[in-house]
């Protein structure tokens, strides 16, 4: 079956633009969450939607949002871009990531948007 | 808060055993993990061990797990070099959600 999509792949925006990014989760997966890869700070937890619920949130201010829709597809937004939005972000899907088991939490991720800021 | 800490880079000649550690500190952490990231690609699952086992072996990884120490280590018996990537540790917390180290990177020498 096919795997988490993302797009755009690649992009670049100047400071104070904002940004969507989208993420197709594989097919029957409810939950999505993003996740911020910086060379700095590794990989940071943005935040987890679950049927269309915001359901878990990370330490980012809110510039940063995000919605899913009905279809489990998921966008994230970043407003009033910063030099140090620059970073790979990536978008995991899996069954139910809050039932604790392993299987059904195992996250399914996506090849990432890279976005540069400049 | 949880943090998971792992060492940056790890050197080792093909056929050789790795070993990627990592430290957390959620004892309340039910699943702990290792993803594995290889150039342009996003993560992808390895292997996992629940937080009642020491060990679990799966072909050429071995994981071992001291809940004790809070040390989780993966071992790569025969490291080729299509191992080399990015190693990553990651917990699960008590909300649900993963908490990762900043990542070991694997480079395999022919």
């Known amino acids: 079956k096919a795997g988490v999509t993302q797009t755009p792949r690649y992009l670049i925006k100047t400071r104070g633009q904002q940004v969507t990014l989208s993420c197709s989760p594989i097919s029957g997966h409810r939950s999505v969450s993003w996740y911020q890869q910086t060379p700095g700070q590794g990989l940071q937890f943005l935040f987890e939607?679950?049927?269309?619920?915001?359901?878990n949130k990370g330490n980012f201010p809110g510039r940063f949002s995000g919605r899913q829709f009905s279809n489990s597809r998921s966008e994230m937004n970043v407003s009033t871009l910063e030099l140090g939005d620059s970073a790979l972000y990536l978008c995991a899907s899996s069954l139910d990531g809050t039932s604790g088991g392993a299987e059904s939490g195992e996250l399914f991720f996506g090849e990432g948007s890279r976005l540069t800021v400049l | 808060g949880e943090d998971v800490e792992q060492s940056l880079f790890l050197s080792v000649r093909e056929g050789d055993s790795s070993v990627i550690n990592c430290t957390y500190t959620d004892s309340s952490s039910t699943y702990l993990y290792w993803y594995k990231q290889e150039p342009g690609a996003g993560l992808q699952l390895l292997t996992y061990?629940?937080?009642?086992?020491d060990m679990k072996q799966d072909q050429r990884l071995t994981v071992l797990l001291n809940k004790k120490d809070k040390h989780l280590s993966l071992r790569i018996a025969d490291t080729q070099t299509g191992d080399s990537a990015i190693y990553f540790c990651?917990?699960?917390?008590?909300?649900?959600?993963?908490?990762f180290g900043s990542g070991t990177r694997l480079l395999v020498r022919p």
């Open positions: 061990i629940f937080s009642n086992m």
């Open positions: 939607y679950f049927s269309e619920t915001q359901r």
């Open positions: 990651a917990e699960m917390d008590s909300s649900y959600k993963l908490i």
